[in-house]
Each structure stands twice: as structure tokens, then as C-alpha cells.
């Protein structure tokens, strides 16, 4: 090959070089996914998941209150704005005299200066730092911008974004605790009736329930009939996390066993390198599982059947064909310094979320669910009490939890001793 040839071929692949990266990271904005990084020779990957995306976020038709189904554009926006403002009330007219009777008997938790804070309204300095904070490639709306174009853009429109948000509210869902008697039921669908006509804010009756402990039948039925909500049965779900009553089930962690599998099935491992597979089970796989576990200690089987699962995606994929791992679980979990690939086991993670929340109990004795959980299982107000105090006889399944994950901070404690006050001797473990 001569000179000529071979610097020509050089210039050839370098020019290649640059046009499949520039094909990829085409194809990654689209996807709209930041877990993996471009380079990686994912093309198809990102190819593929932006079709996934589009069928999903798609609608093609909608059902109004009749069954009828409509599928024009026009016809689908009028069906979503009225089923919204029959949602959220008409804006009638309040009665001063009821409002200020509501504003006297709510309990202020709120400081005036607090008050005043929340309800200034929305500086351009702080909308900016959010917008800026936000990824460039990600899309907020279906007109398909990503936030690179409002960053891009914002000298144009930042009154536009500011205006927008200062017209927005949000509503978070709401549980009440009550007593299980007829009597309550008519006081709580009292309050409820008046708050609705002070706020302006109608309550959706169809995603409304009613979950009864230790309740007869007789009872649930006349309550149920005063509230005209639904009765529903536990576990259920706060903010994404299961809440149950008695002991925890399995159930629940074969639900989540399950999601996880799920996911390693449907993102197509058969684009992804191996480093990718490794970036993809610390930013997507792991985040299903590590929801839960700062609240619940995983069961062994659940432990077993997790670490398995990305044991397999790591090393097989969405593939059936058998590998053989080029190292041991042991050695993938250790850090990147010692040879590792920085992956990390269930186990040792949940018992780290544990004793991070046995020291939240310590370091923030002025919260309201410290107050309870102090109230129920330790035998003085002190916070240091959560690393001495035996173990409660039924206790539930986050003080257990809590109780012993502790040992990971308890073993790098040092006591110095004192003048014995705050010693119990027959309850100190």
C-alpha cells in the first residue's frame, strides 16, 4: 500500500468514525434515554426504543362517559377537557361565613412567614436554575422539544414559561385515618363535603376507597353506604410503596421479582454491549428494587431470586443460549479499583437503607413519623434510645427493619460513660 493509499483509507475511517457516532447520538435523542452513553455501538438500540416509545405514548382513540369511542384529534381533546372540568367542579360561588368557619378550625401548622414564602409567586431566577437543572435531551411536552430548546431559547421565552407555571396547581392524594363507627363516617363525609365547597375542588369518588382493620361486616357495609365510596382490601399502595397490615407478605416481593424480570425482558439485550448491560442494570434494573428497600427488609428469596436475575442478564441477556460468566457475583459487586465492575448485592444494599434509616430516627427527632414510631417502640423521648432498646414484641415490619439494620452503625459506636441516668438495665441490649 502506498503513502497516498494508506493516508486516504485513514481519512476514509475517520470520516466513517464520525458519521455512525453522529447516526447514534441522532438515534439516542430520540430514545430519550440517559442511562447509557453514546459510543457504545447501541444505534439499533436507540432505533429501537424510540419506536417503543412512540407506540406507547400514542393515543390513537378515547372513551367518553357513554362507551362511545373517538379517535379525531378534536374529538379527543374535547372528551379529555370535559371529563377535567366535571372533575374539578364548576367554580361556583363559597359562602364567606362557611369558608371562614373552615379556615378558624384547621390546626395552623404552617408559620405566616412560611405561608407568605410558598405563596410567593415564581421568581424568572428560580424557573431558570429548574429549566437549566433539567436534561437537555428530554422531551416535557408531545410537541416533541427537547428542554435543550427552552435552554437554547429561554432569553425568548421565559415570561411565556413563567406565566405557564404560575397557573398551575397540583393536588397529592390524601388518607385519612378514622375511627370505625357510623358516626365518624357522617363527621368525616362532613368535612369532606365542606372542604370541597371551600376549596372549589371535587373529589374523585371513583378512585376514592375505604380499607377496613378488624371491622365486622355489618359495620363496613353502613359505612361504605354513608361515604358511597368503594371498599378496598390491603395491601395498597402510598406513593409507589405497598402498605399492609399484619405481616408482610411474600406477595409483595414477587411482585417486584416480577417487574424486574419484566424489564430485563423488554429492553432488547441483544443491541447492548457489556458495558452497557452493566450501565443498564446500575440505572434501570437496580432502581425497581432500591424503591422499596429503604422501608421493608428483602426476604431471602426475594435476595436470591434479584441477584440471580441480573446475574443472568449480565452475563446471558434477553437471549436463551447459556454463557459462561467471565467472573464470579463476588467479584462483578466489587468496586471498579479492585477489579470489579462497582455492581452491588441486594443484601448489603438493604442493610446499608436500614441503617440509614435507623439513623434518620436519630438525626431528626422533630418529624412527625419519628414522634410515632418513638411513641410506640422506644421508652424514652431520647433518639439515641433507637441504638440501646431491645427489640418490641410485634412490631411492625419497618421498626424490625430499622431494629436490625442498626448493628452496621452500633459496631463503629463508642459510648463514654456517664453518671448512669440514662442506662436501663433490664431493657438496654
Given at each position: 500500500?502506498s503513502?497516498e493509499?494508506?493516508h486516504?483509507?485513514k481519512?476514509?475511517?475517520?470520516?466513517?468514525?464520525?458519521?455512525?457516532?453522529?447516526?447514534?447520538?441522532?438515534?439516542r435523542?430520540?430514545?430519550?434515554?440517559?442511562?447509557?452513553?453514546?459510543g457504545?455501538a447501541?444505534?439499533?438500540?436507540?432505533?429501537?426504543?424510540?419506536?417503543?416509545?412512540?407506540?406507547?405514548?400514542?393515543i390513537?382513540?378515547?372513551?367518553?362517559?357513554?362507551?362511545?369511542r373517538?379517535?379525531s384529534?378534536?374529538?379527543?381533546e374535547e372528551?379529555?377537557?370535559?371529563?377535567?372540568?366535571?372533575?374539578?367542579?364548576?367554580?361556583s360561588?363559597?359562602?364567606s361565613?362557611?369558608?371562614?368557619?373552615?379556615m378558624?378550625?384547621?390546626h395552623?401548622?404552617?408559620?405566616?412567614?412560611?405561608?407568605?414564602?410558598?405563596r410567593?409567586?415564581?421568581?424568572?431566577?428560580?424557573?431558570?436554575?429548574?429549566?437549566?437543572d433539567l436534561?437537555p435531551?428530554?422531551?416535557?411536552?408531545?410537541?416533541?422539544?427537547t428542554m435543550?430548546f427552552?435552554q437554547?431559547?429561554?432569553?425568548?421565552?421565559?415570561?411565556?414559561?413563567?406565566?405557564?407555571?404560575e397557573?398551575?396547581?397540583?393536588?397529592?392524594?390524601?388518607?385519612l385515618?378514622?375511627?370505625?363507627?357510623?358516626?365518624?363516617a357522617?363527621?368525616?363525609?362532613?368535612?369532606?363535603?365542606?372542604n370541597?365547597?371551600?376549596?372549589?375542588?371535587?373529589?374523585?369518588e371513583?378512585?376514592?376507597?375505604?380499607y377496613?382493620?378488624?371491622?365486622?361486616?355489618?359495620?363496613?357495609?353502613?359505612?361504605?353506604?354513608?361515604?358511597?365510596f368503594?371498599?378496598g382490601?390491603?395491601p395498597?399502595?402510598?406513593?409507589?410503596?405497598?402498605?399492609?397490615?399484619?405481616?408482610?407478605d411474600?406477595?409483595i416481593w414477587?411482585?417486584?421479582?416480577?417487574?424486574?424480570?419484566?424489564k430485563?425482558?423488554?429492553w432488547?439485550?441483544?443491541?447492548?454491549?457489556?458495558?452497557?448491560?452493566?450501565?443498564m442494570?446500575?440505572?434501570?434494573?437496580?432502581?425497581?428494587?432500591?424503591?422499596?428497600?429503604?422501608?421493608y427488609?428483602?426476604?431471602?428469596?426475594a435476595?436470591?431470586?434479584?441477584d440471580?436475575?441480573?446475574?443472568?442478564?449480565l452475563?446471558?441477556g434477553?437471549?436463551e443460549a447459556?454463557?459462561?460468566?467471565?467472573?464470579?457475583?463476588?467479584?462483578?459487586?466489587?468496586?471498579k479499583e479492585?477489579?470489579?465492575?462497582?455492581?452491588?448485592?441486594?443484601?448489603?444494599?438493604n442493610?446499608a437503607?436500614?441503617a440509614?434509616?435507623?439513623?434518620?430516627?436519630y438525626?431528626?427527632?422533630q418529624?412527625g413519623?419519628?414522634?410515632?414510631?418513638?411513641?410506640?417502640?422506644l421508652?424514652?423521648?431520647?433518639?439515641?434510645?433507637?441504638?440501646?432498646?431491645?427489640?418490641?414484641?410485634g412490631?411492625?415490619?419497618?421498626w424490625k427493619f430499622?431494629?436490625?439494620?442498626r448493628?452496621?452503625?452500633t459496631?463503629?459506636?463508642?459510648?463514654?460513660?456517664?453518671?448512669?441516668k440514662?442506662?436501663?438495665?433490664?431493657?438496654d441490649s
Open positions: 500500500m503513502n493509499e494508506y486516504k483509507e481519512s476514509l475511517k475517520e470520516e466513517l468514525a464520525e458519521l455512525m457516532l453522529r447516526e447514534e447520538l441522532f438515534w435523542d430520540k430514545s430519550k434515554e440517559l442511562w447509557i452513553k453514546e457504545d447501541n444505534t439499533k438500540f436507540f432505533h429501537a426504543l424510540m419506536k417503543a416509545k412512540r407506540s406507547r405514548n400514542r390513537d382513540s378515547i372513551l367518553d362517559r357513554e362507551g362511545n373517538h379517535s384529534l378534536e374529538a379527543i372528551v379529555a377537557v370535559n371529563f377535567f372540568k366535571e372533575l374539578l367542579g364548576d367554580g360561588s363559597v359562602n361565613a362557611q369558608s371562614h368557619f373552615m378558624d378550625v384547621i395552623r401548622e404552617i408559620l405566616d412567614a412560611d405561608n407568605k414564602s410558598l410567593c409567586p415564581f421568581t424568572l431566577e428560580e424557573v431558570k436554575k429548574a429549566v437549566f436534561q435531551n428530554k422531551a416535557p411536552d408531545p410537541d416533541g422539544f435543550d427552552y437554547k431559547c429561554w432569553g425568548f421565552l421565559e415570561h411565556d414559561i413563567l406565566n405557564f407555571l397557573d398551575f396547581r397540583k393536588q397529592d392524594d390524601t388518607i385515618f378514622g375511627e370505625a363507627t357510623p358516626r365518624e357522617y363527621t368525616i363525609k362532613e368535612v369532606l363535603d365542606d370541597e365547597k371551600v376549596s372549589r375542588q371535587c373529589m374523585n371513583q378512585k376514592s376507597m375505604i377496613f382493620l378488624d371491622t365486622s361486616r355489618s359495620i363496613q357495609s353502613k359505612i361504605v353506604g354513608i361515604l358511597q368503594g371498599q382490601g390491603f395498597i399502595k402510598n406513593l409507589g410503596v405497598p402498605l399492609f397490615a399484619g405481616r408482610l411474600n406477595k414477587e411482585e417486584i421479582v416480577n417487574k424486574c424480570k419484566a430485563s425482558a423488554a432488547m439485550n441483544n443491541w447492548l454491549s457489556q458495558a452497557g448491560c452493566i450501565q442494570i446500575k440505572s434501570i434494573l437496580f432502581a425497581v428494587p432500591i424503591y422499596y428497600m429503604p422501608c427488609s428483602l426476604s431471602c428469596k435476595i436470591s431470586a434479584l440471580g436475575m441480573l446475574k443472568k442478564f452475563w446471558e434477553s437471549k447459556k454463557k459462561i460468566p467471565l467472573i464470579n457475583w463476588d467479584t462483578a459487586c466489587m468496586l479492585e477489579g470489579g465492575a462497582g455492581l452491588r448485592k441486594m443484601k448489603l444494599q442493610l437503607l436500614g440509614k434509616l435507623a439513623w434518620k430516627m438525626n431528626t427527632p418529624k413519623w419519628y414522634k410515632v414510631m418513638a411513641t410506640k417502640y421508652d424514652s423521648s431520647e433518639p439515641e434510645r433507637i441504638f440501646i432498646v431491645a427489640n418490641s414484641v412490631g411492625s415490619p419497618i430499622a431494629w436490625e439494620s448493628k452496621i452503625i459496631d463503629h459506636l463508642t459510648w463514654k460513660v456517664g453518671n448512669g440514662k442506662a436501663k438495665f433490664w431493657r
